[in-house]
């Protein structure tokens, strides 16, 4: 779980940091990883994209909601998700 998080294009390496064009948005909440790439909620600058397939298999949320999600959770929740 990370406040203003960073971002790495997981394609390019390109690195972007925390601020209001990171795609990450406001907040950073990982469920999934195989140790080398992560899977997870976050928010995002683009509130057009959220509901869509615009993200590396993330699920996109609007920055007001991740940061209420954020409060809600800790390391260990147990994450399902379905279609």
Known sequence: MLRNPGWTNPFTGEVLPPGANNPLGE????????GQ???G?????N?????QAASHGCVRMLN?????MFEW?????LVTVEP
């Open 47 to 51: 509130r057009e994209s959220v509901g």
């Open 27 to 34: 907040r950073w909440i990982a469920f999934w990883t195989d």
């Open 37 to 39: 790439n992560d899977i």
């Open 64 to 68: 007001e909601h991740i940061r209420e």
């Open 73 to 77: 959770v800790e390391p260990g929740t």
């Open 41 to 45: 909620f976050h928010g995002t600058p």
